[in-house]
Structure formats: C-alpha cells, structure tokens
C-alpha cells in the first residue's frame, strides 16, 4: 500500500498533538504506579521499575501519623451526592421538556430562553443569598443542601437536553393520543416516557459528570470536611504542603476514575450532551 | 385539538422549575446587586446603602485591574488556540484517517475531567524545579529533547502567569471544538463539495469558499461557550497557581471568592459578582436573544 505524504503528514501532526493530550494522563498514571524508593520529581518521566499502588491507598486513607485526610470520605460524599441530584435533575428536565415540546402556551418559549439563562451565570452571583438562604433553610454545610443547589441550577441544563430531545419525537403522536381522551399525565406515563431512555442517558450523564467535577459549591456550600465533595478534598490534598506529590497525583486519578469511566463506556451519550450545550434545536 | 381544563396542568407541572429558578437564579442576582450597593464589608451584615461606593472602589482596586488585564489574555489565548487546534484537529479527523475513534476519544478525554485534576497535574508538570533539583516537568521534557530555549519559569514567572493557565485549560477544551468542527464537516452535503471539486476548485478553494462558510454558526456558538468559561473561571486557577506572584495569575473569580469568603468584605465581593454578570450576560444575551427568535 502506498501512503502518500499529505497522508503521513496528517498522522504525524495527529502523533504530536495525541502527546500534548496524553502527556498529563501519563504522569498520572506514571506517578501512581512507582513505589516511594523511585518518587523523585527528576526521573518523574520514567516509567515505573514495578508495580506499587502505596500511593494510592495513602491517597484513599489518609495518614494520621503524618496528618493528613485521605479522599475516601469524600469520595462517598460525592457518591451520595451525585445519585439523587442527578435522578431528581432529569426528572424535572424531563417533565419541563414535555411541557415545553408539547404543551407549549403562550409565553413558552421566553420562559424557555430565560430558565436557559441560569446555566451561563457566573454562580458568584449568586453563591452570597444562596448561602445565606440554606442557612435559614439549616441545611446549610449538609450534603442535602448540595444535592438541593445542584438539581435547581441543573434544571436549565436537563430542560435544555429534554427539549432537544422530545422536538425529535413527533407530536402527531401526542395528538392522537389527545384525541383518544389520554391526559397530560396519561399521554407522558404512556407515549413519553417509554420514548425517554436516550433522552435520560444524556440528561443523566451530563449532569453526573457536572456534579461530579462541581468545585465552586462545594467549596463555599460545605466548608467542613465530613461533608465535603471530592473535588474539595483534592484540592485540600494538593495545597497541603506535608502530603507528598506522587499521593496528590494519586488523588487526583481517584478523582478522574468515576467521570473516565463514564466517558469510556458510554462515550456516545456525553458527546451528544456536549454538542447540545452549543448547538440549539 | 386540546381538551378543556388540561390547558393549566401543563403549566401546573412546570411551575416548580420556573418558581425554583425565579428565586435561586433571578431573585438572587437582584439580592446580590442589593448587597453590592450596601456598607456590609464586616462579619455582621450592614444593609446601609451607599450607593456605587464598592464600585468605584473596585475599579481603584490594583487586583481588580490586573484581573480584568488577565482575562482579557486568557480570553484571547484560550479561545483562539481552542478554534485553530479544534479546528485542524477536526479537519484531520475527517480526512477518512485510520484510527479515527482513537484519536477522537482521545482528544475529547480531558473534557471528562474536572478543572481541579487538571489544576493538580498541570502544576506538577508546569514546575519550573530549582537550582537543587535541576529542571522539572516539561522543563526537564524539553531538556531531554534538545529544545532547551523553550524551559521557562511557567507560572511563576510573573511575566507568563496566566498564560501557564490557559495552555492547561486548552488541553481540556480544544477536544471539546474538536467535536463541534467535526458534527458540522460532517453536517456539508456531499454533493457540494462534490460540485465544487467538478467545477474545478482545488481543496483549499473548497475550504475556503465551502467548508468555512458552513463552519460559521459552529464558531459563532463556540466562542459564546468558550467566552464565557473562560470569564468565569476559577476552579482550574485554584488548583494550579492560586492568585500567582503580583496577581500574575489572578481572576475576578478567585478575588470574589477571596474578598467575600476569606475577607468577609461581602459588599465588596458582591460587587465584583455583578461585574463578572454583567460581562457573561453581554456575550450570553444577545446569543440567547438571536437563538429565541429564530424559534418563534
């Protein structure tokens, strides 16, 4: 076979810029692998003589001797909190989806346009009453209080997602259904919801990485460490100046795991919710 | 057809969300702007209006300044350097390459991320090592392969700061335009390339008069995105540099964050939270405004 040289410059540009992209990927994993005898910051680009996984399991636990929190806590925090709010945010992106498709009234569409705008402010704008609020509210520094922040500024999101989604599915199917005397509930138990999956897997997989990656809320929303996010905790790995670099890399590949898995097997959904975010209609 | 009395379920169902983002969202922002213009800059809140005092305080403010300098370079940095690399990428990818899933997958992986991970490894990867320890990171990369004019002090040379931010930051996202170029080249009609290559236009006459024109709402829609992370950013600086020396790597963001949080000057953080509104909004609006009415 015959590879002309446009074609071998096509790969050989793709090689340089695929190293640009592993390059963090591999000192993640690089670094998690060596045992302590090889951590040093100038042979950090050598690969691993064996495998050790102390990093790791110092990462996860924590050491009281040398005084600092591991990130499994954490990690179960943002486990707790990440299910429900992901649920309970497509359910309501899902209902407001239905609405906006197929029920649509007078006014609709600026609803729709301005429910949109609260998934591009700036959350600052906002973080000061919102504190302020959970506090009356005593949830407050709570897990609950976080999964509450997050299924409300996701409801632009996962309503934006199920529109795009339900446009797709033809509304002579809604009216025939009207015309057989099925109601609002009756036509989104019966017609909608079977029609849903795609729709939900998108919702649901944008949200959980989101949540999952959240840094801004649960820093402010949770200062205490038993509550904490899994982002927060990293962060608080990494500024601390007793934990040594190779657990901070460690903690950061915990950290990663769950979204890169996600991506990995369900890859094809997490691009549509990408493209959807920029590309309306 | 609509039946009568189910006219009002509809909107019944969708109330809570509109109820819910009518407080948290709308509510809030005008809650923040009140603050703004009070006198409550201590632990205890003093709702004492004075009018645009924080403001004019703000724009006096050196931090502020340096801040509004760097966002505008990271602005400039990150969102170009996301359209030429996503761009490229994209059109690579769709020269019917071997391995196109791999490549792809690979370039998108970043985005699944999040900023701090990246804050944590960039800045191992960004440090610049010291007399002791000899050059580090890509530093000791760049040694290795002979190109030693490139080691530099990265992020803590005041003179780069920011700019160590926005490479980081185009590692997660360049992907990211990546995929939208390439939903959209995949989105031209055969057809019309097809005439052009008929009607004797060489490739580059195609791209040129073909493919960019395509192209165009893709880039409109992703400079609005990445415009607007880039305004906001914050987590990918507290994880990689913190405000940096002489602010070099400072955001609005990290000094709201310090100003309300660490500083208790909540009038005074809340003044910059509607400074960085009001430059999201000018680029969201008129985005949200243009995409309604094509709708109706």
């Not at chain 1, 990293?234 to 500024?239: E, I, K, M, Q, Y």
């Amino acid at each position: 076979m015959k590879i002309s040289v446009t074609r071998l410059l096509i790969y050989i540009i793709l090689a340089i810029f695929s190293i640009f992209y592993i390059i963090p990927m591999y000192i993640m994993v690089v670094t998690g692998m060596k045992s302590f005898a090889e951590i040093s910051l100038d042979t950090m680009w050598n690969l691993p003589i064996s495998f050790n996984f102390n990093s790791f399991s110092l990462a996860w636990l924590g050491s009281t001797k040398e005084g600092f929190r591991g990130v499994s806590g954490s990690f179960l925090n943002s486990v707790f909190l990440v299910i429900p709010a992901t649920v309970i945010s497509a359910l309501f992106g899902s209902l407001n989806g239905y609405v906006l498709t197929k029920w649509r009234f007078r006014g609709s569409d600026l609803i729709f346009t301005m429910i949109l705008f609260g998934m591009f402010i700036p959350y600052q704008s906002i973080i000061i009453p919102l504190v302020l609020t959970l506090q009356r509210l005593h949830v407050y520094g709570t897990i609950p209080g976080l999964i509450l922040v997050h299924v409300i500024y996701g409801i632009p999101i996962s309503t934006l997602i199920f529109r795009n989604y339900y446009v797709t599915v033809p509304t002579e199917m809604v009216e025939a259904s009207k015309i057989d005397g099925a109601n609002f509930l009756g036509i989104y138990r019966w017609v909608i919801f079977p029609l849903s999956t795609p729709g939900f897997a998108v919702a649901m997989i944008w949200q959980f990485t989101s949540i999952w990656n959240d840094f801004l809320f649960g820093l402010i929303i949770t200062p205490n460490p038993a509550s904490q996010p899994i982002t927060v905790a990293l962060n608080n790995l990494a500024g601390s100046y007793i934990v040594q670099w190779n657990i901070q890399i460690a903690g950061a590949l915990l950290t990663a795991l769950p979204p890169i898995l996600v991506y990995l097997f369900l890859g094809k959904f997490f691009l549509r919710g990408l493209l959807q975010g920029s590309l309306k209609g | 057809m609509q039946i009568k009395g189910d006219k009002w379920i509809p909107i019944l169902f969708i109330t809570p969300s509109i109820v819910a983002v009518g407080i948290f969202v709308y509510g809030f922002i005008s809650w923040t702007s009140f603050i703004s213009f009070t006198k409550w800059n201590n632990v205890i809140p003093d709702y004492t209006l004075v009018g645009f005092e924080n403001y004019r305080k703000l724009f006096a403010n050196m931090r502020f300044q340096i801040d509004l300098h760097n966002t505008f370079v990271f602005t400039i940095i990150f969102v170009t350097s996301c359209l030429l690399i996503g761009l490229l990428l994209a059109v690579l990818i769709d020269q019917r390459i071997k391995g196109e899933d791999i490549f792809r997958n690979l370039f998108l992986l970043p985005m699944a991320v999040s900023f701090i991970v990246s804050g944590v490894i960039w800045r191992w990867l960004f440090n610049p090592g010291s007399l002791q320890l000899g050059n580090i990171g890509v530093n000791q990369l760049f040694e290795k392969i002979g190109l030693n004019f490139l080691t530099c002090g990265w992020y803590t040379d005041p003179n780069i700061g920011i700019r160590a931010v926005a490479i980081a930051a185009i590692w997660q996202f360049s992907g990211y335009t990546m995929a939208l170029y390439l939903a959209g080249l995949r989105g031209i009609p055969l057809e019309l390339r097809e005439a052009a290559a008929i009607d004797g236009a060489n490739q580059w006459k195609t791209f040129y008069y073909i493919t960019l024109p395509f192209l165009k709402p893709i880039t409109f829609g992703a400079i609005i995105i990445l415009g607007h992370i880039s305004l906001k950013i914050f987590d990918l600086v507290v994880a990689m540099t913190g405000s940096g020396p002489a602010f070099s790597s400072d955001v609005p963001a990290l000094f709201m964050y310090d100003t309300t949080f660490r500083g208790n000057h909540f009038a005074q953080g809340a003044s910059i939270a509607i400074i960085l509104l009001l430059l999201v909004s000018l680029l969201i609006i008129p985005y949200l405004i243009t995409t309604f009415r094509k709708e109706a």
